[in-house]
């Protein structure tokens, strides 16, 4: 187990943060910069179109996609690991998690024009699509392809397990903590709640994340957001603060002024990328069901994803972390603490109840993580072995939320970070080996009479 802790810690040190940054960096060069030219046009194509009727083939709604892998970003990393990453990169973590966040945009909208453009139907007529998809379909080297998309489905099928075991044990013990309730019979709650959505296919997990997602973040934001404004003339100082660190740290652990800055970017870095998971290739498993008429227009969503869960939700728990100063408090350092930084801010602006809307926030945010991760698992083995087993899958990861709740099988949990590097370095591989075909299938969209001109002549007539 230490063997295997090491080489997890190195691996999810600068080795994948190096991998991930400059891809994110070269797919944004080679999309000429496409999140800084297009802003405004992205959002009157996304937030500015829901409600409106959606052209195109698919199974559910471009929002209803959006919501569904939101579910899967948006979650403890937000709430427990922005402030963790505060303790021990300093403020200016927060700095290089919005860099970090703004480039990763190029990589997730790459990986989702991906699924999108390689999609399939299943035998139950959904739309089905993802790193599995593209691997298979778009890299057209003998086996290749074939190989490294069962390598992504049998690694991210196994990853899930200890995965869905931690998280439903971090819902678990925060509802023993905050209300002295049963982890046992949290488990089984959660287990039947899940099994009833994830069992009603692509359809119902859209359905409950359209109302669920927007609910549980907009109540998440406003609370925090009622912090900033009672802080109100803090503001400036903590942005300075954040600028000033970012490129000249004092608060981060570390050796000399070199170390620091190289941990204060590290955890940057790291923060934004396990909150938003450009690069892990799940997004597109969502994002492949929706409504649209080309792959592009739904990879616009993909960029939205990256807005509202790393540059808006963990934006704010930094702020509400910094100007409420609970990160200079002299035990902020332990390891229990400074991961209930975030409740500690909130209890001493709302009194009790603060830690309640933080532990009723984590909860809700957990369990439509497990929900949607268990969409995810089944669609590989759906991909490996057929739509039984994706059924099948879907029982074995119920049954495993039960079982990490009550903290059972915590041998496996060690497995998880070393796992998950393998589920990312084929999607890496297959995403640099198609980039081609994602430079080329942004110049169709941006120079089609069809798709962004017949959008731009609409927007002036």
Wanted: aromatic share 14%; hydrophobic share 50%; with cysteine.
């Amino acid at each position: 187990m230490e063997i295997i802790t090491a080489i997890s810690t190195f691996l999810w040190g600068y080795p994948i943060i190096i991998m991930l940054f400059f891809t994110s960096v070269y797919l944004t060069f080679r999309l000429k910069f496409f999140q800084f030219v297009y802003p405004l046009y992205i959002f009157k194509q996304t937030i500015g179109r829901v409600g409106k009727k959606t052209k195109g083939k698919g199974t559910i709604t471009p929002f209803q996609t959006l919501t569904t892998a939101l579910s899967s970003t948006i979650g403890a990393a937000n709430i427990v690991g922005v402030p963790v990453a505060i303790m021990l990169g300093g403020p200016g973590a927060v700095f290089w998690m919005w860099v970090i966040a703004v480039f990763g945009m190029a990589l997730k909208f790459g990986e989702t024009a991906l699924g999108v453009h390689y999609r399939e139907q299943n035998a139950a007529g959904e739309y089905v699509g993802g790193p599995t998809y593209y691997m298979k379909n778009g890299i057209k080297w003998p086996m290749v392809g074939k190989i490294l998309a069962a390598w992504y489905a049998t690694f991210l099928l196994i990853e899930l397990v200890p995965s869905i075991m931690v998280q439903s044990n971090s819902v678990a013990s925060t509802i023993e903590e905050s209300f002295d309730f049963s982890p046992l019979i949290t488990g089984i709650i959660i287990a039947v709640t899940v099994g009833i959505v994830v069992f009603g296919g692509v359809k119902r997990i859209g359905k409950v994340t359209s109302y669920l997602v927007p609910f549980m973040a907009g109540f998440y934001i406003i609370a925090g957001m009622i912090i900033i404004f009672m802080n109100i003339t803090a503001v400036p100082d903590a942005f300075a603060l954040i600028f000033t660190e970012a490129f000249n740290p004092t608060a981060a652990l570390g050796g000399g002024a070199g170390a620091v800055l190289a941990e204060t970017i590290r955890w940057g870095f790291a923060r934004g990328i396990y909150s938003n998971e450009a690069g892990l290739g799940t997004s597109p498993i969502a994002h492949a069901a929706a409504k649209t008429d080309h792959p592009i227009r739904q990879a616009f969503w993909a960029v939205i994803q990256i807005i509202v869960d790393t540059l808006i939700i963990c934006t704010i728990t930094a702020l509400v972390v910094i100007m409420t100063g609970v990160w200079q408090d002299s035990d902020a350092h332990e390891d229990s603490v400074r991961e209930a930084l975030t409740a500690r801010a909130f209890g001493e602006t709302f009194g009790p109840i603060g830690n309640s809307v933080v532990s009723l926030a984590l909860v809700i945010f957990v369990f439509s993580t497990i929900t949607v991760v268990v969409f995810y698992g089944a669609r590989q083995a759906e991909y490996l072995f057929g739509l039984w087993a994706g059924t099948v899958m879907k029982a074995v990861y119920v049954v495993s939320i039960v079982i990490g709740a009550i903290g059972g099988a915590t041998v496996l949990w060690a497995f998880l970070d070393l796992t998950l590097f393998f589920v990312i370095l084929p999607n890496i591989i297959a995403v640099i080996l198609l980039s081609p075909k994602i430079i080329e299938l942004k110049r169709e969209f941006f120079k089609s009479d069809d798709y962004y001109q017949k959008d731009i002549r609409e927007e002036n007539s």
